[in-house]
């Protein structure tokens, strides 16, 4: 998977999607993060601002998650014993809905804080 702005060739990011972690559009609309295993115990975390938002981004990464776990299936529906595979529409959905709350979290650590608020011990 690359990310590249829409008028250049450069490359911002780049990744096999194998390797994606978390990924998710933050509290402001505008805002995209997915964190990629780079190595064993080392993550990185990219972000960026879309515009006009991060939708469409979001659903390319998405479409290629999916893809790839579909080729998962196909791959282990090939294999001639195991348990069934859950249904593809549940995992998917189970997993977009953690991913989502992970990166709303990592997002969230990134605002700053309000004086006076009470922070966490």
């Given at each position: 998977?690359?990310?590249?702005?829409?008028?250049?060739?450069?490359?911002?990011?780049?990744c096999?999607?194998?390797?994606?972690?978390?990924?998710?559009?933050?509290?402001?609309?505008?805002?995209?993060a997915f964190?990629?295993?780079?190595?064993?115990d080392?993550?990185?975390?990219?972000?960026f601002?879309?515009?006009?938002n991060?939708?469409?981004?979001s659903?390319?990464?998405?479409?290629?998650?999916?893809?790839?776990?579909?080729?998962?299936?196909?791959?282990?529906?090939?294999?001639p014993?195991?348990?069934?595979?859950?249904?593809?529409?549940?995992v998917a959905?189970?997993?977009?809905?953690?991913?989502?709350?992970?990166?709303?979290?990592l997002?969230?650590?990134?605002?700053?804080?309000?004086?006076?608020?009470?922070?966490?011990?």
């Amino acid at each position: 998977m690359s990310v590249t702005p829409l008028q250049a060739e450069e490359v911002l990011a780049e990744c096999r999607v194998r390797f994606l972690s978390f990924m998710g559009v933050g509290r402001d609309v505008h805002s995209f993060a997915f964190i990629m295993a780079a190595a064993s115990d080392h993550f990185q975390c990219h972000m960026f601002w879309c515009e006009p938002n991060a939708a469409s981004l979001s659903e390319a990464v998405q479409a290629a998650c999916m893809l790839r776990y579909q080729k998962c299936l196909d791959g282990r529906s090939a294999a001639p014993s195991g348990p069934p595979a859950p249904p593809a529409d549940s995992v998917a959905r189970r997993v977009g809905s953690s991913v989502k709350k992970g990166v709303q979290s990592l997002l969230g650590s990134f605002k700053p804080k309000r004086p006076g608020a009470p922070s966490p011990e």
